[in-house]
Every structure is written in structure tokens, then in C-alpha cells.
């Protein structure tokens, strides 16, 4: 075989520099387009372990009162403070004597949430916990946000409502919708 015909089956078989540039922007492109999709899910799996989250503090809440004939915490609880996240999990014996644990409860991570030494937060903001309306005197009504913050209120005929306090509608979540 000779030379020429071995190189010209060398340089067909080889890409150019040209078609590489094409295939490496294609993917880029492509990429680009996939990271909104991925934030969305990401969003998405988000609120609904907050959703969980306020859904199991209700619970804990109301398994709590049926355990121990009253609900936990006083008159003023309005925040699923540290104080509570203690009687829940078992900690606080004075409040808690049989030590149950009412609520599983794991330290706060950015995109889970959890608790902290402000009390059980959403994912979002650690700063901030889960607001709570007890039904103290028993009348089967609450007062409880509808829009993630103090300005808007309605009633409630449940014993228990958990809600957290957030301006952004989109991750807004309560524990009774």
C-alpha cells in the first residue's frame, strides 16, 4: 500500500476540529435548557418535605393530645419554637414524662429542614419555624394564615394547624390543605 492512499484513510477517519466545536455547543445548549427543568424538580421535592414536615407536627401534635389529654405547650404557643420540638421528641420529661417520642425530628440542612435553636424550620429558611394554632379552649376552631404571613387569617374547624411563615405564594405550605 502506498503513502498517499494510507494518509488520505487517516484523515477520513479522524473529526475535525470544526465538528468537534459543533458537538461541544450542541451539549451546551442542550444543558442549558435542562437547568430550569432541574431547579423545577428540585422546587417541587422541596415543598413537599416541607408539606410532610408541617403534616407530621400536626400529627404529633394531635397523637400528643390523645395520649396526654391536653395539647401541648400553653395558650401563647404560636411557633413550633425549640420549647415544643422538646415535648415532641421526648426531651422535655416535665411536659413529656413517659419520654414518647411524638416526632422524629433531624437537624436543620438547607433544602430539608429540620430543627435548629429557633425550632423546627422549612427548607428554605432556618431562621423562621413552622407556625402553629392550637384549639386551646376547644371549641374545634382555629385562626390560621392563608397566605404564609400574619395579614391574612381564617377559620379553621380543626384542632391543629401548621403553616410556614414565608412571603414567596410558590412555597407556601399548610398542614390542612
Given at each position: 500500500m502506498n503513502s498517499s492512499a494510507r494518509s488520505r484513510r487517516l484523515a477520513i477517519?479522524?473529526?475535525?476540529?470544526?465538528?468537534?466545536?459543533?458537538v461541544i455547543s450542541?451539549?451546551?445548549?442542550?444543558?442549558?435548557?435542562?437547568?430550569?427543568?432541574?431547579?423545577?424538580?428540585?422546587?417541587s421535592a422541596r415543598?413537599?418535605?416541607?408539606k410532610n414536615s408541617a403534616v407530621q407536627i400536626a400529627t404529633a401534635v394531635?397523637?400528643?393530645?390523645?395520649?396526654?389529654?391536653?395539647?401541648?405547650?400553653?395558650?401563647?404557643?404560636?411557633?413550633?419554637?425549640?420549647?415544643?420540638?422538646?415535648?415532641l421528641t421526648g426531651q422535655d420529661i416535665a411536659n413529656n414524662p413517659r419520654k414518647i417520642v411524638f416526632l422524629e425530628a433531624q437537624e436543620w440542612k438547607k433544602?430539608?429542614?429540620?430543627?435548629?435553636?429557633?425550632?423546627?424550620?422549612?427548607p428554605w429558611n432556618s431562621a423562621v419555624p413552622y407556625s402553629i394554632a392550637l384549639d386551646s379552649d376547644y371549641d374545634n376552631t382555629i385562626s390560621v394564615s392563608t397566605?404564609?404571613?400574619?395579614?391574612?387569617?381564617?377559620?379553621?374547624?380543626?384542632?391543629?394547624?401548621?403553616?410556614n411563615v414565608t412571603?414567596?405564594?410558590?412555597?407556601?405550605?399548610?398542614?390542612?390543605?
Amino acid at each position: 500500500m502506498n503513502s498517499s492512499a494510507r494518509s488520505r484513510r487517516l484523515a477520513i477517519s479522524g473529526f475535525t476540529l470544526i465538528e468537534l466545536l459543533v458537538v461541544i455547543s450542541i451539549i451546551a445548549i442542550l444543558a442549558s435548557l435542562a437547568f430550569p427543568a432541574v431547579n423545577g424538580a428540585i422546587d417541587s421535592a422541596r415543598k413537599a418535605q416541607a408539606k410532610n414536615s408541617a403534616v407530621q407536627i400536626a400529627t404529633a401534635v394531635t397523637a400528643y393530645e390523645t395520649e396526654y389529654g391536653k395539647l401541648p405547650g400553653g395558650n401563647g404557643t404560636t411557633t413550633v419554637g425549640s420549647a415544643l420540638v422538646n415535648i415532641l421528641t421526648g426531651q422535655d420529661i416535665a411536659n413529656n414524662p413517659r419520654k414518647i417520642v411524638f416526632l422524629e425530628a433531624q437537624e436543620w440542612k438547607k433544602g430539608k429542614g429540620g430543627t435548629n435553636a429557633a425550632g423546627f424550620c422549612d427548607p428554605w429558611n432556618s431562621a423562621v419555624p413552622y407556625s402553629i394554632a392550637l384549639d386551646s379552649d376547644y371549641d374545634n376552631t382555629i385562626s390560621v394564615s392563608t397566605n404564609g404571613v400574619a395579614t391574612g387569617s381564617t377559620t379553621l374547624r380543626k384542632k391543629v394547624g401548621v403553616w410556614n411563615v414565608t412571603s414567596n405564594a410558590r412555597f407556601q405550605v399548610r398542614s390542612w390543605d
